[in-house]
């Protein structure tokens, strides 16, 4: 059977009072439309998938290019009718279409299967996908024929609800499964005769009960899934839902979180077992931990790989960077991108990284800047030492052995090359290469006034 997904994600999302088309506003760290596809891609292959843009198309479709589905222009967006005529060229040789709505992002792929197969096994012309939550207010409602039967009379729009009609529990979720002949062959009726003078999808389900065409709907076992996301009131209870949803799923498989309604998980992030996730952590984009680590509260962790048993103490800010087993890192530690701490490491408070490797075992533990460095096994970085990266036009690189020993509150002036073994004074500007096993010494000598202040004092205190 020839069966394509159609996602409507063509409209404004005036109730959103956004700058930003809805579809591409983010739960769980994806774009709306994104989860909408990532669930269709489970279900029928990306060159099967037609996305319906109109509102800021450019920065839609830029927003889920890479997923391979295919786009149709909806030029002028005269309602959800409009857009699947928008869509009839691109479509009609397909038997069955599926249609998805870009705006209801929690639809599990088990679901649409579960519509799909209802849909076939019914032999209906059209097919829609129902829930009864506690407050259907807003929602298009599905008029059943008779409450237990599958067959469908009509779907009403929230406005044109008639008094008796408003308690009408079951809602219209906008997902619905087409047999394609009969929707293409009834699309052309569809009228503007409503309150917003639109083409309305809904009202295909009356014109082919008119037809004679047989119209069912099938309840979904979760009504979450279809919640949609008008307002951005309703897309955070969506995105407060789906990140309960990756917590769970993280510690089904033995992760401990100690609040999950504190931490922000984005839904793509990796966690291993007996690692412990303390309060508000956030971790986010494609970020993988491992296991036996703890993340202690406060810190923020973005697409970076943490490998077994680290420790991130509190505070820390960790972004596009790795870290190797058993380090040790923070509190309060900034490790920017392309940073790469090495197996047992410790990067301590107040310590800034960036593009910077930091080898097994080396221990920068205070208030310390490491920018554009490589720095070896078994290193001491001592307080306040600063790597010099920029002369103001260009950056240059700070290459440190293994072994060195670097004193407190030392200015490494790059480019330079500190060799294997040596020592670094405490308080050194050091700007000329320093040999392997050497000490390198780069301050003032120090002078001692005999008596300087006893004799200054009694000159004051005659005064
Ligand atoms: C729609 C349904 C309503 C249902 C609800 C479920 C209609 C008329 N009403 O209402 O019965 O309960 O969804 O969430 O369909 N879109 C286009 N082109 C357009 C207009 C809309 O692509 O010209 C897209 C939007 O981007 C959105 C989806 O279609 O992703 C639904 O449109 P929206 O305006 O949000 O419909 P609702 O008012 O929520
Ligand atoms: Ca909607």
Request: proline share 5%; hydrophobic share 40%.
């Amino acid at each position: 059977m020839r069966l394509a997904i159609v996602i409507m994600a063509g409209g404004k999302g005036t109730r959103l009072k956004s700058k930003r088309a809805k579809v591409i506003h983010e739960i769980g760290g994806k774009p709306l439309l994104r989860h909408v596809i990532d669930s269709a891609r489970q279900v029928v292959p990306p060159s099967d998938i037609y996305v319906i843009v109109g509102h800021q198309a450019a920065a839609v479709e830029a927003a889920v290019k890479d997923t391979g589905v295919r786009f149709v222009q909806q030029e002028e967006q005269r309602g959800t009718g409009h857009a699947i005529q928008t869509a009839q060229q691109a479509v009609e040789e397909y038997e069955q279409i599926l249609v998805l709505a870009g705006d209801v992002p929690l639809l599990k792929p088990d679901t649409i299967t579960r519509l799909r197969d209802f849909h076939i096994e019914q032999r209906a012309a059209m097919t829609i996908l129902t829930a009864a939550p506690p407050d259907p207010t807003g929602y298009g409602r599905v008029l059943r024929k008779k409450p237990d039967s599958p067959e469908v009379q009509a779907i009403i729009e929230q406005k044109a609800l008639k008094p008796d009609q408003q308690r009408l529990p079951e809602i219209n979720s906008s997902i619905y499964a087409f047999r394609a002949e009969p929707l293409f062959a009834h699309i052309g009726e569809l009228k503007t005769d409503n309150a917003h003078g639109e083409y309305y999808l809904t009202d295909m389900a009356g014109i082919l009960v008119s037809a004679s065409e047989r119209v069912v709907a099938i309840e979904a076992a979760n009504p979450v899934e279809v919640l949609g996301a008008n307002t951005i009131a309703e897309m955070m209870e969506l995105d407060r839902e789906l990140r309960l949803d990756t917590a769970r799923r993280l510690m089904a498989k033995g992760v401990t979180i100690l609040r999950p309604d504190t931490t922000v998980i984005d839904t793509n992030v990796e966690v291993g077992p007996a690692t412990v996730i303390e309060p508000f952590v956030q971790l986010l984009g494609e970020t993988k931990i491992g296991e036996d680590c703890r993340v202690r509260s406060y810190s923020v962790i973005e697409n970076s790989t943490i490998a077994d048993g680290v420790l991130i103490r509190q505070g820390c800010v960790i972004g596009n960077s790795r870290i190797a087993a058993g380090a040790l890192i923070g509190p309060f530690t900034h490790v920017r991108p392309e940073s790469d701490i090495g197996e047992g490491a410790h990067v301590g408070n107040f310590v800034e990284t960036k593009k910077v490797k930091v080898g097994k075992g080396s221990k920068a533990n205070h208030l310390t800047y490491l920018g554009d460095a490589e720095i070896g096994s078994g290193v001491n970085i001592g307080a306040g030492t600063i790597t010099c990266n920029y002369d103001g036009v260009n950056k240059h690189r700070t290459l440190i052995g293994d072994g060195v020993f670097v004193g407190s509150d030392s200015t490494l002036v790059a480019p330079i090359v500190i060799g294997d073994g040596s020592y670094i004074a405490a308080g050194s500007t050091i700007t000329e290469d320093v040999p392997p096993k050497a000490l390198a010494l780069g301050r003032a000598r120090q002078t001692n006034k005999t008596d300087w202040a006893m004799t200054r004092r009694a000159k004051t205190s005659k005064a």
